[in-house]
């Protein structure tokens, strides 16, 4: 196992690693909209999506991987009534084949964000 950190992304607020490689894979925790760069979480649903995404993202640069090798996500969101304008946003982040995901609405996420997401990625 290697422990995988950027400064591209949010750090951890707790005791996990941003991404942990074993097997082949890429396991990225759960990642928050905060921007790296001002520590603060967008206002909008929509824009946290993005800034969720963007973080994932960065971790997987990290590891020497890419958003396209995606295998699995979990989402988590604070208002599923909005899944259409969701599922847009994250429609464009990936291609076909699209990887497998879970989405849930939860009654609350850490420091008031609306959506979280973790993955996992292939490395090759």
């Not at 997987?60 to 304008?85: M, P």
């Not at 982040?93 to 997401?117: H, M, N, Q």
Request: charged letters at 20%; hydrophobic letters at 45%; aromatic letters at 6%.
């Amino acid at each position: 196992m290697a422990a995988i950190t950027t400064d591209k992304a949010p750090p951890a607020v707790g005791p996990y690693s941003q991404g942990i490689v074993a097997g082949g894979l890429l396991f990225v925790s759960g990642q928050l909209p905060i921007d790296p760069k001002t520590g603060e979480l967008p206002e909008d649903m929509l824009q946290q999506m993005r800034q969720c995404l963007a973080n994932v993202e960065a971790i997987a640069i990290a590891a020497g991987t890419s958003l396209a090798k995606t295998v699995k996500t979990t989402v988590l969101v604070t208002d599923l009534s909005r899944f259409s304008e969701f599922n847009e946003i994250y429609g464009r982040a990936f291609a076909a084949p699209y990887p497998a995901r879970a989405c849930y609405e939860v009654s609350a996420l850490p420091r008031g964000a609306k959506v979280e997401i973790e993955a996992v990625i292939a490395l090759s």
